[in-house]
């Protein structure tokens, strides 16, 4: 079964980083495509970031360009979000998912709050 663990979230002030970690199992991490989607509190979610299976194209929403930073490390089947200069509206849960899109298959989240 795919199974999408998430880790690394925490409250932060604004200005402020955190890197985001996403440990993949039970599927071929290398041989696919990864998103992030976050949350925010009453809003639907939003695609964040996606990272190509052989890392060698990212893309972002415009709101993150710049600040954020996706990656993946395939010896470790562990995906990655370097979140820097952190702003309110930055707030939310943070879920990896499968595909560039995005997928059904997604994580349990992890909070991050910038307050």
């Known amino acids: 079964d795919v199974q999408l663990v998430e880790s690394g979230g925490g409250l932060v002030q604004p200005g402020g980083s955190l890197r985001l970690s996403c440990a993949a199992s039970?599927?071929?991490?290398?041989?696919?495509?990864m998103a992030w989607i976050r949350q925010a509190p009453g809003k639907a979610p939003e695609w964040v970031a996606a990272?190509?299976?052989?890392?060698?194209?990212?893309y972002y929403i415009s709101s993150v360009e710049g600040r954020f930073t996706v990656s993946r490390d395939a010896a470790k089947n562990t995906l990655y979000l370097q979140l820097n200069n952190l702003n309110t509206e930055d707030t939310g849960i943070y879920y990896c998912?499968?595909?560039?899109?995005?997928?059904?298959?997604w994580g349990q989240g992890t909070q991050v709050t910038v307050s």
């Open positions: 990272i190509t299976k052989d890392a060698t194209s990212t």
């Open positions: 998912s499968l595909g560039l899109a995005g997928s059904k298959y």
């Open positions: 039970g599927f071929s991490f290398s041989y696919n495509d």
